[in-house]
């Protein structure tokens, strides 16, 4: 089993940028895609980013293609979402989760999740 645990994230200014880690302690977490999703208030999970095990491929959901990046270090078996030019409608609460699944967008093919962490963005 893979533990995910987050950190980053807060309260910042609309135009600001924020950059959330989901780490490990298994080294099994280099065998995992890591997906990010975030869930408003009232509104379902959506699907943010998603990387490779080896970094080489990405994947951007619309609202998410030139503001955030998606990376990782293998070797801290740790991942990272750096989000920019932030705005309102991304106060959310940010997940990670790891799958060996193909479908990335998809949450119900992440069998672990990290325990979420709050971004607020105000203008």
């Known amino acids: 089993q893979v533990q995910l645990v987050q950190s980053g994230g807060g309260l910042v200014q609309a135009g600001g940028s924020l950059r959330l880690s989901c780490s490990a302690s298994?080294?099994?977490?280099?065998?995992?895609?890591i997906g990010w999703f975030r869930q408003a208030p009232g509104k379902e999970r959506e699907f943010v980013a998603a990387?490779?095990?080896?970094?080489?491929?990405?994947r951007y959901e619309e609202f998410a293609k030139g503001r955030f990046t998606v990376s990782r270090d293998n070797s801290k078996n740790t991942a990272y979402l750096q989000m920019n030019s932030l705005n309102s409608e991304d106060t959310a609460i940010y997940y990670c989760?790891?799958?060996?699944?193909?479908?990335?967008?998809?949450?119900?093919?992440?069998?672990?999740w990290g325990q979420g962490t709050p971004v607020t963005v105000s203008e």
């Open positions: 990387i490779n095990w080896n970094g080489e491929r990405t």
């Open positions: 989760g790891a799958t060996d699944g193909s479908t990335w967008p998809d949450a119900d093919s992440y069998g672990y």
């Open positions: 298994d080294r099994t977490f280099s065998s995992y895609v």
